[in-house]
Antibody
């Protein structure tokens, strides 16, 4: 069974760094892309970026390029979404999800990680 | 970026009746290389992550009830719930995966009338 299990709720202050994780199991981690999707409170879904653990290829949405970094550790089949300096506007639910290819749909989703950034 | 526009923003349908959601893309999402429409539909219930319903515009994901169907081609698509059930109350999103970034529609909230 494919499972994506995300790390827990985070409460941070502006300017702090953060790393949230997505532990993947039940499939060959190296041969699927992992994507991240943002959902601000009460709002819709935003495609943040994708990452291919097999060769570390990645792509980011224009609004997110340079603002976040997606990475993965193949030894523990875990993907990460990282911020070096959080803003209040980063407050949102973040979902990881699996894709078969860079131009593919999200077929399995994590449960979400709520990130709150407030002074 | 390809802009995805859904209509309506919300709709209320009686139990057992049909619900229809439309999705338009700002450019075609039909690929000439595989002759497939790169369009997916997701269902998101309150407090839950999105769930894949339909991909390639009309292929139902395994386990999805057959009252859900997708149609359309090029830049115009439709999600139909043939007989609305109480458990179908949710927000529905279309998404194009023809280009990066894989943009989503703004969502359509389906409620019971």
């Amino acid at each position: 069974e494919v499972q994506l299990v995300q790390s827990g709720t985070e409460v941070k202050k502006p300017g702090e760094s953060l790393n949230i994780s997505c532990k993947c199991s039940g499939y060959n981690f190296a041969t699927y892309w992992i994507g991240w999707v943002r959902q601000k409170p009460g709002k819709g879904l935003e495609w943040l970026g994708i990452f291919y653990p097999g060769d570390s290829d990645s792509a980011y949405g224009p609004s997110f390029e340079g603002q976040v970094t997606i990475s993965a550790d193949m030894s523990i089949t875990t993907a990460y979404l990282q911020w070096s300096s959080l803003k209040a506007s980063d407050t949102a639910m973040y979902y990881c999800a699996r894709l078969e290819d860079w131009d593919s749909y999200f077929d399995s989703w994590g449960q979400g990680t709520l990130v709150t950034v407030s002074s | 970026d390809i802009v995805m526009t859904q209509s309506p923003d919300s709709l209320a349908v009686s139990l057992g009746e049909r619900a229809t959601i439309n999705c338009k893309s700002s450019q075609t999402v039909l690929s000439s290389s595989n002759n497939k429409n790169h369009l997916a539909w997701y269902q998101q219930k309150p407090g839950q992550p999105p769930k894949l319903l339909i991909y390639w515009a009309s292929t139902r994901e395994s386990g999805v009830p057959d009252r859900f169907s997708g149609s359309g081609s090029g830049a115009d698509f439709t999600l139909t719930i043939s007989t609305l059930q109480a458990e179908d109350v949710a927000v529905y999103y279309c998404q194009q995966y023809y280009n990066s970034p894989g943009t989503f529609g703004q969502g359509t909230k389906v409620e019971i009338k």
